[in-house]
């Protein structure tokens, strides 16, 4: 099943590396103008320097005021994928107001600037669109030492069941995507521990980790036309973890 999406303009945030540099690339290919954007240039650099026709910008998007100056500056898109995410993992008891806050700032906030800034351009345009957001089994699990990220990923869910009931009516899809561990940079602060690896892994049916590609390719479905009667979804991407 060949996809594409010539013609069209795609946002992706947390486009500097893992996941969401996968997506960017994917849908590159796939024929869409790509923005790709990050909080860390050299990971930008990066991205162009391999595809240079990718336009690359260097945002935090914790930063509410900022993002919203800089996202509406961009125009119009035709697809939005909010990946941009951090996790600070540690123990339930140790939790603090100050990594609540950093964290729902980047995996929730964030998602709900970003989505309205690019959804109002969309019902303004007439445009058919798409966003996933980038979720996480930890939604939907209790994994221990992920009592912040969990609740993060929990309400994202959440955000994105609200955006489709609303968004659906003028046309627009809003999906989610909730992966499993998939080893990249920011997976690794997590379970780089071989004994906690082995854990988890024996909990998941196909009993091995996600790779980017995976997730990459569920989200590429899911902002195309070929998915068009899906909306609302959290689709897994978790080899069964959550069937046991």
């Not at 939907?140 to 030492?145: G, I």
Request: glycine share 8%.
């Amino acid at each position: 099943m060949e996809l594409t999406f010539k013609g069209k303009r795609i946002l992706v945030t947390g486009a500097g590396q893992g996941i969401g540099k996968g997506i960017a690339i994917e849908l590159w290919r796939a024929g869409a103008n790509i923005v790709a954007v990050s909080r860390t240039r050299a990971h930008l650099e990066k991205l162009q320097g391999e595809y240079p026709s990718i336009d690359i910008v260097e945002l935090d998007v914790a930063d509410w005021e900022k993002t919203r100056t800089v996202i509406d500056s961009l125009g119009t898109f035709d697809a939005l994928v909010n990946n941009a995410a951090i996790a600070i993992c540690e123990p339930f008891l140790e939790c603090s107001p100050k990594d609540f806050d950093k964290t729902f700032d980047v995996n929730v906030k964030a998602a709900l600037n970003v989505s309205q800034i690019v959804a109002k351009k969309m019902i303004e345009n007439n445009i058919q669109g798409s966003i996933v957001n980038i979720s996480s089994q930890a939604s939907k699990a209790a994994l221990k030492d992920h009592t912040i990220y969990s609740a993060s990923k929990a309400a994202l869910d959440a955000l994105t069941r609200a955006m489709a009931l609303e968004l659906g009516p003028k046309g627009i899809r809003v999906n989610a995507v909730n992966p499993t561990v998939i080893m990249t940079d920011m997976a690794k602060v997590g379970w780089s521990d071989p004994a906690k690896a082995a854990e988890m892994k024996s909990k998941i049916p196909l009993g091995r980790f996600g790779e980017v590609g995976e997730v990459v390719n569920a989200v590429v479905f899911l902002l195309s036309d070929r998915s068009s009667m899906i909306n609302g979804v959290e689709l897994p991407i978790d080899g069964g973890f959550l069937a046991t």
